[in-house]
């Protein structure tokens, strides 16, 4: 079974950039894709950015392209999301997830879930 832990979260004024993390254990790392998901309060809970397992391709919401980067380091077992330029609409808990499949953008594939890290963005 894999396990997901985020960090990384926290407040950070419009226009800030902000990288949190996502750490995994107790499974083949490398052997995942990994997707970034956020729901924000009184959301539904919506994709970000996705990852295949050797990092060679990646897919992001239409929201956050251009403002995002998505990247693994398999070494470490770690996911990064870099989040630039935040706005107050990025406000939101931002989850990870592992998929033993191809890279996917929907939730309803993904197999293991973090329990997710603060992100607030101030006006």
């Known amino acids: 079974q894999v396990q997901l832990v985020e960090s990384g979260g926290g407040l950070v004024q419009a226009g800030g950039s902000l990288r949190i993390s996502c750490a995994a254990s107790g499974g083949t790392f490398s052997m995942y894709s990994m997707g970034w998901f956020r729901q924000a309060s009184g959301k539904e809970r919506e994709f970000v950015a996705a990852?295949?397992?050797?990092?060679?391709?990646?897919y992001y919401a239409n929201s956050v392209k251009g403002r995002f980067t998505i990247s693994r380091d398999n070494a470490k077992n770690t996911v990064y999301l870099q989040m630039n330029s935040l706005k107050p609409e990025d406000t939101a808990v931002y989850y990870c997830a592992a998929d033993s499949g191809v890279l996917t953008t929907q939730a309803a594939k993904y197999d293991y879930w973090g329990q997710g890290t603060q992100v607030t963005v101030s006006s």
């Open positions: 990852i295949s397992w050797s990092g060679g391709s990646t």
